[in-house]
C-alpha cells in the first residue's frame, strides 16, 4: 500500500524521493508513470490524466525505471540516434552527440551494449531518455553503478534540465545528488509519507536516512 496525499512539482522544479529500500520510492514513479493502477486518487500531467499508453504522454514524460533495457544490436550512438529519430528530434547527430559528450560516454560511442561496463550501461540507459525532450523526467535512482565523476555529470545534467523547465520526479539514495538537484524532498517509509518540504529543511529536520 502506498499513500500519498498530495504533490505538485512545476516546471522547472524537482521532486527527490528518499526512504530505505522498499519504502514505496519506484512504486510512486510507477504510479506516475501510469504503471500502477491506483485505488484511490489520480495523476495529472497539464491538468490531464496519466494514460501511459497514450502517444501524447510518452512524447513529454522521460521514464527511467528499473525495468530500462538497452538494444544489443546496437552501437551507443545507433541506440540514441534511434530513440531521437522516434521522437522526432531535429538535427539528431548533434543532439545525440552532446548527450554522450555531457554524459562522459562520447568515447564509447561505437561500442555495443555488452562490452560496456555497469556504469557505462547505467549511463547509456540513462542518455536515451536525456536525448529526447520531455516536460517531465521520472528517474529511480539514476545514481547507481555510477562513479564520482560520472554523479557530478549526471547532477549538472539534470541542473540543466530543470533550467530548461523541465520537471522532475527522482528516487534518489546520494545525499549529494538530492542536494544538488531536488528543490523538495519526499520521505517515505512504509508506503507513507513521513516529511515533504524544501530540501534544505526536510534534511536539516532529520527524517532522511542519512539522519
Known sequence: MLAVASLAVPPGGCLGLVGVNGSGKSTLLKALAGRCRLDRGSVLLGGRPVREHERGFRQQVGVFLDDAACFPDLTV?????MVAAAHEVGDTAARCARVLDVLGLHHRADAFPDTLSAGQRQLLLLAAVLVRPARLLL??????????GARDRLADTLRQSRADGTAIVLAVHDQELLDRVADQVMVLDGGRVV??????????????PWR
Open 195 to 208: 516529511d515533504h518540504g524544501p530540501t534544505a529543511e526536510v534534511l536539516q529536520r532529520g527524517a532522511t
Open 139 to 148: 528517474l529511480d535512482e539514476p545514481e547507481q553503478r555510477l562513479d564520482t
Open 77 to 81: 550512438a545507433e541506440h540514441l540516434r
